[in-house]
């Protein structure tokens, strides 16, 4: 199967096998005109099968995101055909906006425009809890 | 600019520091009384308390300051549907402290993040309840003369019981404390926080129904009422409500010297006939809980 290279633009490669839409779908990446490439179960030597995307644009992606839904990603940056940089993801240390409190009692289900901030409180076990309330993120 | 929001927001050392100070004022009252003169605190109460309010309240007067604010939402204009962070905003125009209490988790911190004078959180529904923590730990202080080597007994509410948390969470930071936790089933200690607090800092517990069993070990017990407004089933309250009133005949094991403290207000969890004993010192910890809250307003108001 034969996919063009691209110019200027990112690959998100080493996404587990069958994440791609979800990250298609946070990154909102329907929303662009440029080509956007989803392959699907690629063999990788390392994790056996993998996804990748490759966007044809100088996206500014929110690693911070991109890190909590799948920390293992790496994201190249294309530049004139060539990879110029290679960025390894990590779990953020907070994340805003992504996910909400679900705690009744939390000040964010009453507070108008309060962002839901939920911060890494345990790494081992990818544990967030939010910060007003510390309920965990489910 | 500095806030309290959790216990956790002080070192071992400034806690070390308040509790100096208030058994400073306590030595020495007429050296405080004019230490915040022209300074106004606001108690921003949307819920209703007796113990904490009043005690804030008096702590400043008897720094020498004054006092506005509100005790209950419906004479805000959070009725009129304000957020909290326009509320304190507001209120930072006018005072240069503020207390808050409020029935959701998170507010004070939200007010924090708002405000420009220094914010004490006064209890945010179930979650922290700070100032309470300062006054159980001088009581034991003032009580056993230290906060490490000590046996403490927690009895009832485990689950819900936010003072017992945050007590747990500050007692965990001294060496050699031995927690006995005292509860029906329903209502014990969350998991989280055995795991988050109590087996991450290795700290010896126990679990029981049987108060009686264990009440001979202890140095301190801490006595908590099972809180209505904290269930959303009126019918699992009434079947947990009575189920550990201390009488003076559950003391007779006890050591001679054990404390027992109660964040109060109490229902019926410790019998009226227990008050006379001297190892009731529940309203000496009322009492504390004055003194430490004018060590802490000193200390965020940054006078010497």
New interface residues.
């Given amino acids: 199967m034969n996919i063009d290279s691209i110019q200027n633009g990112i690959v998100l490669d080493h996404i587990k096998a069958g994440k791609s839409m979800e990250i298609y779908n946070f990154l909102q990446l329907d929303k662009l005109s440029c080509s956007v490439a989803i392959i699907k179960n690629v063999n990788s030597r390392k994790m056996g099968k993998k996804d990748i995307i490759k966007i044809d644009t100088n996206l500014d992606v929110d690693l911070d995101v991109l890190g909590y839904i799948d920390p293992d990603i790496t994201v190249n940056i294309i530049r004139g055909g060539a990879l110029v940089e290679k960025k390894h993801l990590k779990l953020p240390a907070q994340v805003k906006g992504l996910l909400k409190c679900k705690?009744p009692?939390?000040?964010?289900?009453?507070?108008?425009e309060?962002p839901h901030i939920f911060k890494l409180?345990?790494p081992s076990s990818r544990v967030y809890r939010?910060?007003?309330?510390?309920a965990?993120a489910e | 600019m500095k806030n309290l929001i959790d216990i956790r927001d002080l070192s071992t050392e400034e806690i070390r520091q308040l509790i100096e100070k208030a058994n400073d004022i306590i030595a020495h009252p007429e050296t405080y009384r004019e230490k915040c003169r022209y300074k106004k605190l606001a108690t921003l109460f949307f819920e209703p308390s007796t113990r904490t309010r009043l005690s804030f309240e008096a702590a400043m007067y008897e720094l020498g300051g004054q006092v506005i604010g509100f005790s209950e939402a419906a004479s805000s204009s959070a009725a009129k549907g304000e957020?909290?962070?326009d509320t304190v905003r507001t209120v930072s125009c006018y005072a240069d402290i503020i207390a808050m209490r409020?029935?959701?988790?998170?507010?004070p911190?939200?007010a924090s993040m708002a405000a420009t004078v220094p914010v004490i959180n006064a209890g945010?529904?179930?979650?922290n309840h700070p100032t309470q923590t300062l006054t159980d730990l001088l009581t034991i202080v003032r009580e056993k003369g230290r906060l490490d080597n000590l046996t403490v007994g927690f009895c009832g509410d485990l689950k819900f019981g936010r003072t017992v948390h945050s007590l747990i969470a500050a007692l965990s930071r001294y060496d050699n404390v031995k927690f006995v936790l005292v509860s029906p089933e329903e209502l014990k200690l969350p998991s989280?926080i055995k795991k988050?607090i109590l087996q991450a800092k290795h700290m010896q517990y126990v679990q029981t129904t049987d108060l009686e069993s264990v009440i001979p070990e202890l140095d301190i017990l801490y006595m908590t009422r099972v809180q209505r407004e904290r269930f959303f089933n009126e019918e699992d309250y009434l079947r947990l409500k009575d189920s550990y009133i201390l009488t003076p005949d559950k003391l007779a094991g006890a050591k001679k010297d054990m404390a027992i403290l109660h964040p109060l207000p109490r229902v019926n969890e410790i019998s009226t006939t227990v008050d006379s004993d001297p190892r009731a010192v529940y309203f000496k910890q009322v009492l504390n809980g004055k003194f430490i809250r004018m060590a802490l307003i000193l200390k965020l108001l940054e006078v010497e």
């Fill in positions: 705690n009692r939390c000040i964010t289900s009453v507070e108008r309060l409180t345990n939010c910060i007003y309330c510390e965990k | 957020s909290v962070a409020h029935p959701k988790e998170g507010a911190l939200v945010d529904g179930g979650h989280y988050e």
